[in-house]
């Protein structure tokens, strides 16, 4: 089967600095892969390349086994890759539905829209209710209500919400639940089964093992700037997975 996305031998040099040697991913069609590594094993240098926030010195990227070329994120969203980062690319002082639109704002239709540039508030209010219902998100009270009053998990459900709306081939998720709570990191977690439920094939980058073999399907482990193994939580154990990933044991062979 050909993976939705996939990178074939990326390389990325940041002066004597290789951060990508080499370095090669698979995303399968309906499955949540997560991707782990010890730091400066290359797995943001690796994400950037796929989400278009750079651009790899060599290598190749494809999306449904067609060659890519993002030079910037706006080009990676309008190919359907969405990406949620681990510094939320929210606006604190905009509402819900405003930041679910953030730069894919709508207008209303006829004159109002195509001569005055109104923008049609009503229908993306009504449509960020129906996402955020969508994902079980409706706990928050008011959809106009301004995201800075939200707390860290509700900002990340906002986060993941849009990427699921616009998000048309690949959801990329980094480190969704570092700086949150017990029960708020569960309920992103329910929200990133709930994203591959939906059909959408989902990157997550965690160093929260428990996580990662709570929801993952497989587990790419990065090492110094290449991946090294593919396992699953049902062929090893989280102790086995770190040992591989700090070289502490070697990988599985094939």
């Keep these: 089967m050909t993976p939705v996305l996939e990178a074939r031998g990326l390389t990325m040099r940041f002066g004597r600095v290789t951060a990508l040697d080499g370095a090669d991913l698979e995303l399968r069609s309906g499955e949540i892969l997560a991707v782990i590594g010890d730091n400066g094993a290359g797995k943001s240098s690796l994400i950037k390349c796929l989400s278009g926030a750079a651009v790899p010195d060599a290598g190749q990227v494809l ?42 704002e709508r207008r209303k239709a006829g004159p109002l829209g195509s001569v005055l540039r109104m923008l049609d508030v009503g229908g993306m209010r009504e449509a960020a209710r129906r996402q955020m219902d969508d994902l079980g998100l409706l706990t928050i009270q008011n959809i106009t209500q301004p995201v800075e009053s939200l707390s860290g998990g509700q900002r990340q459900g906002v986060a993941v919400a849009r990427a699921a709306a616009f998000g048309s081939k690949v959801v990329i998720m980094d480190e969704p639940t570092a700086a949150l709570g017990v029960k708020e990191s569960r309920k992103v977690l329910d929200l990133i089964l709930d994203v591959r439920a939906r059909g959408l094939p989902v990157i997550l980058i965690s160093h929260n093992m428990p996580h990662v073999f709570d929801i993952a399907d497989r587990i790419h482990i990065q090492r110094l700037g290449r991946r090294i193994a593919v396992i699953t939580p049902a062929s090893h154990t989280m102790s086995e997975a770190v040992a591989i990933m700090t070289g502490a044991a070697p990988p599985p062979a094939g």
């Design 63 to 104: 999306l449904h086994g067609e060659p890519v070329r993002f030079a910037n994120p706006l080009e990676a969203r309008s190919a359907g890759v969405e990406t949620v980062h681990q510094a939320l690319a929210v606006a604190p002082s905009l509402d819900i539905a405003a930041n679910l639109f953030l730069g894919r």
